[in-house]
Protein backbone atom coordinates (compact mmCIF):
# COMPACT_ATOMS: atom_id res chain seq x y z
CA UNK A 1 0.00 0.00 0.00
CA UNK A 2 1.49 3.18 -0.61
CA UNK A 3 1.36 5.81 1.64
CA UNK A 4 -1.37 8.14 -0.33
CA UNK A 5 -3.66 4.61 -0.22
CA UNK A 6 -3.39 4.69 3.50
CA UNK A 7 -6.17 6.04 5.47
CA UNK A 8 -6.90 9.53 7.38
CA UNK A 9 -7.13 9.21 11.51
CA UNK A 10 -9.53 11.12 13.41
CA UNK A 11 -9.76 11.38 16.97
CA UNK A 12 -11.35 12.84 19.66
CA UNK A 13 -12.47 12.66 23.38
CA UNK A 14 -15.60 10.89 22.10
CA UNK A 15 -19.06 11.24 19.77
CA UNK A 16 -18.35 14.95 19.00
CA UNK A 17 -15.40 14.94 16.70
CA UNK A 18 -17.75 13.05 14.50
CA UNK A 19 -19.20 16.39 13.19
CA UNK A 20 -15.29 16.90 11.65
CA UNK A 21 -15.73 13.75 10.42
CA UNK A 22 -18.85 14.19 8.47
CA UNK A 23 -17.18 17.55 6.64
CA UNK A 24 -14.02 15.20 6.04
CA UNK A 25 -16.57 12.29 4.48
CA UNK A 26 -18.25 15.31 2.15
CA UNK A 27 -15.27 16.80 1.00
CA UNK A 28 -12.96 13.88 0.51
CA UNK A 29 -15.21 11.22 -0.13
CA UNK A 30 -12.61 9.01 -1.41
CA UNK A 31 -10.48 8.73 1.64
CA UNK A 32 -10.77 5.76 3.78
CA UNK A 33 -10.98 7.29 7.65
CA UNK A 34 -10.37 5.92 10.67
CA UNK A 35 -12.11 7.49 13.81
CA UNK A 36 -11.38 7.02 17.49
CA UNK A 37 -13.68 7.87 20.16
CA UNK A 38 -12.50 8.32 23.51
CA UNK A 39 -15.64 7.62 25.16
CA UNK A 40 -14.53 5.73 27.86
CA UNK A 41 -12.26 8.75 29.67
CA UNK A 42 -14.39 11.78 27.58
CA UNK A 43 -15.80 14.59 28.42
CA UNK A 44 -12.04 15.99 28.43
CA UNK A 45 -12.96 19.32 28.63
CA UNK A 46 -12.57 19.90 32.42
CA UNK A 47 -9.79 17.68 32.64
CA UNK A 48 -5.62 18.80 33.65
CA UNK A 49 -3.31 19.44 31.08
CA UNK A 50 -1.09 16.54 32.24
CA UNK A 51 -3.82 13.73 32.01
CA UNK A 52 -4.89 15.52 28.56
CA UNK A 53 -1.32 15.38 27.25
CA UNK A 54 -0.86 11.23 27.72
CA UNK A 55 -4.82 10.96 26.31
CA UNK A 56 -3.41 12.42 23.32
CA UNK A 57 -0.30 10.63 22.79
CA UNK A 58 -1.91 7.73 23.55
CA UNK A 59 -5.00 8.80 20.99
CA UNK A 60 -2.52 9.25 18.31
CA UNK A 61 -0.12 6.17 19.27
CA UNK A 62 -3.49 4.00 18.67
CA UNK A 63 -3.97 5.81 15.13
CA UNK A 64 -0.71 5.37 13.99
CA UNK A 65 -0.58 1.82 14.71
CA UNK A 66 -3.60 1.71 12.53
CA UNK A 67 -1.07 3.34 9.64
CA UNK A 68 -2.46 6.37 8.87
CA UNK A 69 -1.07 8.80 6.61
CA UNK A 70 -2.27 11.97 8.20
CA UNK A 71 -3.98 12.86 11.31
CA UNK A 72 -6.98 15.32 12.58
CA UNK A 73 -7.11 16.65 16.28
CA UNK A 74 -11.01 16.95 16.15
CA UNK A 75 -11.41 17.78 19.84
CA UNK A 76 -10.60 21.79 20.67
CA UNK A 77 -9.65 21.10 24.19
CA UNK A 78 -6.66 18.52 23.32
CA UNK A 79 -6.06 20.76 20.38
CA UNK A 80 -5.99 23.71 22.67
CA UNK A 81 -3.86 22.51 25.68
CA UNK A 82 -2.20 19.31 24.96
CA UNK A 83 -1.53 18.80 21.23
CA UNK A 84 1.46 21.32 20.63
CA UNK A 85 3.49 19.18 23.13
CA UNK A 86 2.70 15.86 21.61
CA UNK A 87 3.17 16.22 18.05
CA UNK A 88 6.89 17.04 17.66
CA UNK A 89 7.63 13.27 18.19
CA UNK A 90 4.99 12.06 15.72
CA UNK A 91 5.72 10.34 12.44
CA UNK A 92 2.85 12.05 10.54
CA UNK A 93 1.54 15.54 10.20
CA UNK A 94 -1.18 16.01 13.13
CA UNK A 95 -3.31 19.18 12.62
CA UNK A 96 -5.83 20.59 15.24
CA UNK A 97 -8.75 22.30 15.04
CA UNK A 98 -7.71 25.65 16.50
CA UNK A 99 -5.46 27.47 13.93
CA UNK A 100 -7.94 26.62 11.35
CA UNK A 101 -10.75 28.12 13.67
CA UNK A 102 -8.88 30.92 14.16
CA UNK A 103 -7.75 32.06 10.85
CA UNK A 104 -11.16 31.90 9.49
CA UNK A 105 -12.23 34.21 12.25
CA UNK A 106 -9.34 36.64 11.53
CA UNK A 107 -10.57 36.85 7.99
CA UNK A 108 -14.27 36.97 8.10
CA UNK A 109 -13.95 39.53 10.90
CA UNK A 110 -14.52 43.20 10.21
CA UNK A 111 -14.89 45.16 13.82
CA UNK A 112 -12.07 43.40 14.79
CA UNK A 113 -14.20 41.84 18.03
CA UNK A 114 -13.80 37.76 18.30
CA UNK A 115 -15.62 35.89 20.32
CA UNK A 116 -14.36 31.89 21.52
CA UNK A 117 -16.65 29.82 23.06
CA UNK A 118 -15.49 26.00 24.19
CA UNK A 119 -14.83 24.03 27.47
CA UNK A 120 -13.42 25.17 30.66
CA UNK A 121 -10.17 23.78 29.56
CA UNK A 122 -10.29 25.29 26.01
CA UNK A 123 -11.45 28.54 27.21
CA UNK A 124 -8.77 28.69 30.15
CA UNK A 125 -5.72 27.56 28.07
CA UNK A 126 -6.55 30.65 26.23
CA UNK A 127 -4.97 29.02 23.45
CA UNK A 128 -7.28 30.67 20.29
CA UNK A 129 -6.54 34.00 21.73
CA UNK A 130 -2.69 33.20 21.65
CA UNK A 131 -3.10 31.98 18.09
CA UNK A 132 -5.42 35.06 17.13
CA UNK A 133 -3.13 37.60 18.56
CA UNK A 134 0.12 36.17 17.50
CA UNK A 135 -1.46 36.83 13.42
CA UNK A 136 -2.52 40.00 14.45
CA UNK A 137 -2.11 41.84 18.11
CA UNK A 138 -4.50 44.47 17.41
CA UNK A 139 -7.89 42.04 17.42
CA UNK A 140 -10.08 42.15 20.60
CA UNK A 141 -10.77 38.72 21.59
CA UNK A 142 -13.21 37.85 24.27
CA UNK A 143 -13.54 34.32 25.34
CA UNK A 144 -16.24 32.26 27.31
CA UNK A 145 -16.50 28.48 28.62
CA UNK A 146 -20.07 27.13 27.79
CA UNK A 147 -20.00 23.52 29.47
CA UNK A 148 -23.41 22.88 29.45
CA UNK A 149 -23.98 22.77 25.49
CA UNK A 150 -21.61 19.16 25.49
CA UNK A 151 -24.28 17.70 27.32
CA UNK A 152 -27.40 19.00 25.86
CA UNK A 153 -25.66 18.32 22.14
CA UNK A 154 -25.69 15.02 23.25
CA UNK A 155 -29.01 14.61 24.46
CA UNK A 156 -30.81 15.83 21.55
CA UNK A 157 -31.62 18.83 23.09
CA UNK A 158 -31.06 20.60 19.74
CA UNK A 159 -34.46 22.84 19.43
CA UNK A 160 -35.35 22.83 22.95
CA UNK A 161 -36.61 25.89 25.19
CA UNK A 162 -34.33 24.94 27.84
CA UNK A 163 -31.50 24.64 25.56
CA UNK A 164 -32.45 28.15 24.67
CA UNK A 165 -32.48 29.64 27.77
CA UNK A 166 -29.28 28.37 29.13
CA UNK A 167 -27.64 29.91 25.76
CA UNK A 168 -29.39 33.52 26.45
CA UNK A 169 -27.99 33.08 30.04
CA UNK A 170 -24.78 31.96 28.63
CA UNK A 171 -24.05 34.46 26.08
CA UNK A 172 -25.19 37.43 27.29
CA UNK A 173 -21.78 38.56 28.33
CA UNK A 174 -20.74 37.80 24.59
CA UNK A 175 -23.63 39.88 23.29
CA UNK A 176 -22.74 43.20 25.55
CA UNK A 177 -19.17 43.01 24.17
CA UNK A 178 -20.77 43.28 20.74
CA UNK A 179 -18.64 41.21 18.55
CA UNK A 180 -19.16 40.22 14.87
CA UNK A 181 -17.56 37.11 15.22
CA UNK A 182 -18.01 34.33 16.69
CA UNK A 183 -15.77 30.83 17.11
CA UNK A 184 -17.58 27.94 17.65
CA UNK A 185 -14.65 25.95 19.17
CA UNK A 186 -15.54 22.58 20.47
CA UNK A 187 -17.04 20.01 18.73
CA UNK A 188 -21.03 20.03 19.90
CA UNK A 189 -21.66 23.61 19.37
CA UNK A 190 -21.90 23.27 15.31
CA UNK A 191 -25.73 20.99 16.46
CA UNK A 192 -26.55 24.44 18.59
CA UNK A 193 -25.56 26.39 15.64
CA UNK A 194 -29.17 27.50 15.27
CA UNK A 195 -30.13 28.70 18.74
CA UNK A 196 -26.65 30.01 19.21
CA UNK A 197 -27.01 32.04 15.61
CA UNK A 198 -30.49 33.74 17.11
CA UNK A 199 -29.30 34.21 20.17
CA UNK A 200 -26.50 36.28 18.71
CA UNK A 201 -28.58 37.73 15.89
CA UNK A 202 -28.17 38.48 12.33
CA UNK A 203 -24.72 40.87 13.10
CA UNK A 204 -22.53 37.91 14.29
CA UNK A 205 -21.14 35.25 11.59
CA UNK A 206 -20.84 31.94 13.22
CA UNK A 207 -17.09 29.76 12.68
CA UNK A 208 -17.31 26.14 12.39
CA UNK A 209 -13.87 25.28 13.23
CA UNK A 210 -14.61 22.15 12.70
CA UNK A 211 -15.05 22.46 9.33
CA UNK A 212 -12.39 25.00 8.54
CA UNK A 213 -10.08 22.04 9.69
CA UNK A 214 -11.78 19.40 7.56
CA UNK A 215 -10.80 22.26 4.14
CA UNK A 216 -7.48 22.66 5.29
CA UNK A 217 -6.84 19.20 5.68
CA UNK A 218 -7.66 18.34 2.47
CA UNK A 219 -5.68 21.57 0.83
CA UNK A 220 -2.68 19.82 3.08
CA UNK A 221 -3.07 16.35 1.53
CA UNK A 222 -3.37 17.70 -1.99
CA UNK A 223 -0.76 19.64 -1.58
CA UNK A 224 2.12 16.95 -0.49
CA UNK A 225 0.41 14.59 -2.62
CA UNK A 226 -1.46 12.27 -0.32
CA UNK A 227 -4.71 12.30 -1.34
CA UNK A 228 -5.92 8.85 -2.07
CA UNK A 229 -8.02 9.70 -5.50
CA UNK A 230 -6.12 12.56 -6.90
CA UNK A 231 -7.57 12.63 -10.38
CA UNK A 232 -11.30 12.42 -9.04
CA UNK A 233 -11.48 8.39 -9.45
CA UNK A 234 -14.53 7.29 -8.19
CA UNK A 235 -13.76 5.65 -5.38
CA UNK A 236 -16.34 5.37 -2.12
CA UNK A 237 -13.91 5.69 0.93
CA UNK A 238 -14.25 3.01 3.88
CA UNK A 239 -15.21 4.45 6.97
CA UNK A 240 -13.98 2.57 10.45
CA UNK A 241 -15.25 3.47 14.08
CA UNK A 242 -13.12 2.87 17.58
CA UNK A 243 -13.84 3.52 20.75
CA UNK A 244 -12.88 2.80 24.44
CA UNK A 245 -15.75 2.01 25.58
CA UNK A 246 -19.05 0.08 25.29
CA UNK A 247 -20.38 1.21 21.46
CA UNK A 248 -23.77 1.13 22.27
CA UNK A 249 -23.87 4.93 23.48
CA UNK A 250 -21.85 5.91 20.43
CA UNK A 251 -23.76 4.57 18.40
CA UNK A 252 -27.23 5.42 19.46
CA UNK A 253 -25.68 9.66 19.53
CA UNK A 254 -23.28 8.94 16.40
CA UNK A 255 -26.20 9.29 14.26
CA UNK A 256 -27.01 12.68 15.28
CA UNK A 257 -23.21 14.12 14.98
CA UNK A 258 -22.83 12.33 11.66
CA UNK A 259 -25.72 12.62 9.97
CA UNK A 260 -25.93 8.84 9.21
CA UNK A 261 -25.97 5.49 11.13
CA UNK A 262 -22.57 4.19 12.09
CA UNK A 263 -21.71 0.78 11.53
CA UNK A 264 -19.11 -1.64 12.79
CA UNK A 265 -18.00 0.33 15.83
CA UNK A 266 -14.93 -1.93 17.85
CA UNK A 267 -14.15 -1.62 21.11
CA UNK A 268 -10.48 -1.14 22.24
CA UNK A 269 -8.31 -0.59 25.49
CA UNK A 270 -6.91 2.77 25.25
CA UNK A 271 -4.80 2.12 28.26
CA UNK A 272 -2.33 -0.38 26.15
CA UNK A 273 -1.13 2.82 24.24
N1 LIG B 1 -14.55 17.30 22.17
C1 LIG B 1 -14.52 18.32 23.18
C2 LIG B 1 -14.05 19.64 22.57
O1 LIG B 1 -14.15 19.88 21.38
C3 LIG B 1 -15.89 18.51 23.83
C4 LIG B 1 -16.32 17.34 24.66
C5 LIG B 1 -15.42 17.06 25.85
O2 LIG B 1 -15.34 17.89 26.77
O3 LIG B 1 -14.79 16.01 25.83
O4 LIG B 1 -13.54 20.47 23.28
Redesign the pocket.
Same mark, same amino acid.
Given at each position: MTQSEQPIGIF? !??V??LTVAREIFKILPSEDVIYFGDVGR !?????RSKEILTQFTRQDIAFLLEQKVKFIIC????ASAVALDDVIGSTPVKVVGVLEPGARAAMERTKSGRIGII? @?HA @?INSNAYARIIHEMDPKLKVFSLACPLF?PLAEEGYIDKEATRLIATDYLRTMREVEIDTLVLG???YPLLRHIIADVMGDGVTLIDSGAETAAVAARLLADENLLSAPNGRNRKGDHSFYVSDVPEKFSQVAGRFLGQVVERITRIDITRY
Open positions: D !SGGG !SPYGGACNTG @T @TVCTH
